[in-house]
């Protein structure tokens, strides 16, 4: 991103579109061929016609609905960056703006391709080539008084290299010491740098990110050294996290290193062989997929976390242990201690440690020990290697695809569409930030309607409560006055909000950080930090969150004019819990069976609608499947076709007897899926488990990540 930016001489307002689509409510031109482009990429297509270069895009003598099958091809091709456009598209157009054209089809290739390819036209290769870890061309770089700081990166331990490099440099012994940062080692450390500075030995401050008080000490410190106070020989090194209290000085002043852990399955083996002989192959290739599971986001970890080289140290030696010392494999002992203890003491989230176990199972069990050919994919191209020597294991590693598939994973090929979509995503958010929120974003393409102006008025709480009064029989009736309260409570902030904004444009009211820091999300259209502390949890850009919330008040609206509906729109609760707890009373209360006692069971119902509520339970639907599609005629969770990331099935469910082969569905509120604990003791993000029926081993969708999503990010 930071090159990308370098060799900007474009126009500021495409640009703009570029990171953002434009910010738009409702389309008014109907989308020509729904069967493959999607309603995002149209409304964002015409959104880019409203720019002189892109006029006619949408209406011309040649217009888009003539030529589809060609804008198809770039949308079907494994390669679009490299389809020419239509005429006479591909010959106006220049790199920019057919990168956006890029975008709006196939977002997923705009940072792996086409920014490379953009970054290397204007400024040469080696500006997207990462250069080589070199610790002796940084330590040339330094002296006595500049520190030299390892920004550490998850799953990557610079302490191997240094150690190595101390040694090649003669700093052992006495000459190099070490300290892990935390609560009372400050005046340690402090100590240990005095001495280095008349002594002439190395120090390495480990973790100072675990440091904070300390670490203004530790700029003091680092800005009293000179060529007078330190020996020649002297230098400290320094390891800590990104963190925002890390001494800005001595960022600015220090050689800084960072060392990101091998990407691949081929090189993370690598790694692990060459740092240790004697691992065993089979568990490098579980410590290799559960590092590379993370970098798929949330279809790989819920939470990503920082599995490093201790925890496969810490395994394989208790491994060795167990074999040398009982005549058969304990499993069971030492899977817990794997996917418990050791790998387990990471996991904090109950889903991803389901998996971890899961994953775990292929690699603990006979299986491995009996046949000599065991496969750890379905594809085969993973396998135990035959018993052999060192380096028959290093020939071995060398010899698998230096690129994997995802079908090693478990995972559909469409999680590497996710992958590269999440990472457009993410490069655009950071180049919004460079911009400081003071450019348009470009076309609007909404109407002449303010946000202002769309906003419907208060729920009337007092009216609500006499057509819905508190009834023992009845909990919807209290679950529907709540959530009108709720959502009232957003309305008033984003009408507040942008009242004020109006005012302070207009000079009447200060313009305060707020309020600008609202109008900087508006041009870009994200959804205002202060409107997303008292909403409910969304991913959506401002126009698709504007579009959300509307829908929202206008379910809850029909609920009061029309009565309590037979089917129940689940996402678009503000709070999800309070409608399933109150579900749960009616039938507790109409059977005088403790609430406590009662638990859900599900249905998927082949139909989008009933006429009538079930006698027992609610129907629900607006769900949306993630990694995985519903087959409707035999009712089980199929494999997805390809480029087909979500689909939304109306999943009407009642209770009914629990069923033998069922998956364990968890259903999210965003696709972010991980969440933190609010105080009333519910994740802010994760809403009940589902059992959907499957024709599979429920093991393969656990493998795949399978979720149910109330909504998506778009």
């Not at 340690?188 to 008080?213: D, F, P, Y």
């Amino acid at each position: 991103s930071f090159y990308f930016i370098l060799c900007q001489n474009i126009e500021q307002q495409e640009f703009m579109f570029l990171l953002t689509g434009g910010v738009g409510l409702k389309n008014k031109y109907k989308n020509p061929d729904p069967s493959w482009l999607q309603d995002k990429s149209w409304d964002e297509l015409c959104r880019a016609s409203d720019f002189p270069a892109f006029r006619g895009l949408r209406y011309s003598k040649n217009p888009l609905v003539r030529i589809s099958p060609e804008w198809r091809k770039i949308y079907d091709s494994k390669e679009p960056h490299s389809v020419p456009l239509p005429k006479p598209w591909d010959k106006t157009l220049n790199a920019l703006q057919k990168m956006i054209i890029l975008r709006c089809l196939r977002s997923d290739k705009v940072k792996r391709h086409a920014i490379m390819i953009f970054v290397t036209d204007k400024l040469g290769k080696k500006f997207v080539e990462p250069p080589p870890f070199d610790l002796t061309k940084s330590y040339l770089d330094s002296n006595s008084t500049i520190p030299l700081i390892f920004v550490l990166s998850p799953g990557a331990d610079p302490m191997s290299s240094l150690l190595k490099f101390a040694n090649d440099k003669n700093m052992v012994a006495n000459k190099f010491q070490a300290i892990s940062l935390g609560q009372g080692q400050g005046p340690i450390a402090t100590k240990m740098i005095r001495e280095g500075m008349e002594e002439g030995t190395w120090v390495c401050l480990q973790n100072c990110h675990l440091a904070v008080s300390w670490m203004p000490m530790l700029e003091k410190i680092c800005e009293e050294f000179n060529s007078e106070t330190c020996h020649p020989l002297f230098r400290l090194w320094l390891t800590s996290y990104p963190s925002p209290k890390f001494p800005v000085t001595i960022l600015q002043n220090g050689v800084k290193m960072t060392n990101e852990s091998p990407t691949g399955l081929r090189l993370n083996l690598l790694q692990s062989y060459l740092s240790d002989p004697f691992y065993p192959s089979c568990f490098c290739f579980f410590h290799a997929l559960v590092q590379e599971r993370k970098k798929f986001g949330p279809l790989g970890w819920n939470i990503p976390y920082g599995f490093n080289e201790s925890d496969l140290r810490i395994s394989i030696r208790q491994l060795q242990l167990f074999i040398n010392e009982y005549d058969h494999v304990p499993f069971e002992a030492i899977s817990y201690l794997t996917g418990e203890c050791n790998y387990g003491g990471r996991v904090t989230d109950d889903w991803d440690r389901r998996l971890l176990l899961t994953m775990l199972d292929d690699f603990y069990n006979p299986d491995i020990i009996e046949n000599p050919r065991y496969t750890f994919s379905p594809s085969g191209n993973y396998y135990s290697p035959p018993k052999g020597t060192y380096e028959d294991y290093i020939e071995f590693i060398k010899s698998l695809p230096f690129s994997q598939q995802p079908e090693v994973f478990g995972l559909h090929e469409n999680v590497d569409i996710s992958k590269d979509l999440q990472q457009t995503k993410l490069l655009f958010e950071s180049l919004i930030l460079t911009q400081g929120g003071s450019t348009q974003g470009g076309s609007s393409g909404g109407g002449d309607n303010t946000l202002y102006e769309i906003l419907p008025n208060d729920f009337d709480i007092e009216a609500s409560l006499l057509k819905y009064p508190v009834r023992y029989e009845e909990s919807m009736n209290t679950v529907l006055v709540q959530e009108m309260e709720r959502f009232n409570n957003l309305i008033r902030t984003i009408r507040t909000t942008l009242i004020n904004l109006k005012k302070a444009i207009k000079g009447l009211v200060v313009m305060d950080s707020e309020l600008e820091a609202l109008s900087g999300s508006l041009l870009v259209g994200k959804v205002a930090e202060n409107w997303a502390n008292r909403s409910y949890p969304s991913l959506k850009p401002l126009g698709s969150y504007i579009l959300d919330f509307l829908a929202r008040l206008k379910f809850l609206q029909d609920w009061y004019e029309s009565g309590k509906p037979s089917v129940f729109w689940l996402s678009g609760f503000y709070f999800t819990q309070a409608f399933l707890t109150g579900a749960m009373q009616n039938y507790a209360r109409k059977y005088t069976i403790p609430i406590d006692l009662l638990g859900y069971e599900f249905q998927v119902i082949p139909k989008d609608t009933a006429d009538t509520a079930p006698e027992d339970g609610v129907y629900i639907h607006g769900l949306f499947l993630d990694g995985a599609r519903w087959d409707r005629a035999k009712s089980v969770i199929k494999i997805f076709k390809l480029k087909k990331l979500f689909l939304k099935h109306a999943f009407l469910c009642a209770q009914i007897k629990r069923k033998s082969n069922a998956y364990v569905c968890p259903l999210y509120k965003t696709s972010e899926r991980k969440g933190t604990l609010s105080t009333t003791g519910h994740s802010t993000n994760f809403v009940i488990a589902l059992l959907l029926e499957t024709d599979k081993p429920v093991q393969h969708w656990i493998k795949r990540g399978v979720a149910l999503l109330c909504q998506l990010d778009d």
